[in-house]
Nanobody, 120 residues
């Protein structure tokens, strides 16, 4: 099992930027793919972005604004969020899984989440 801890959330004005981090520990061999999901109040958890090694995938709603990257030496994954919009407001979760997928069911380990709030 792998343990995941997100950080970097906060309050930002529309058009601003935030950088989320996800630190992995434990069975880090299971972090071949790291995904980012988000969940707004009253909505389902939705895919945001994922990274395997050099391969990445982004939801259309964030493509061109968000960038996912990883530092394998630090067992840490990042989500750089630029040009933030109020619709980006949600709890953001990182997750680990064996393959590059958009379905939340493909990920076996999850972090506790970090709140991102974008004001207008």
């Amino acid at each position: 099992q792998v343990q995941l801890v997100e950080s970097g959330g906060g309050l930002v004005q529309a058009g601003g930027s935030l950088r989320l981090s996800c630190a992995a520990s434990g069975r880090t061999a299971s972090t071949y793919v790291m995904g980012w999901f988000r969940q707004a109040p009253g909505k389902e958890r939705e895919f945001v972005a994922a990274i395997a090694w050099s391969s990445t995938d982004y939801a259309d709603s964030v493509k061109g604004r968000f960038t996912v990257s990883r530092d394998n030496a630090k067992n840490t994954v990042y989500l750089q969020m630029n040009s933030l919009k109020p619709d980006d407001t949600a709890v953001y979760y990182c997750a680990a899984g064996p393959s590059l997928r958009r379905s939340k069911w493909s990920y076996s380990s999850w972090g506790q989440g970090t709140q991102v709030t974008v004001s207008s």
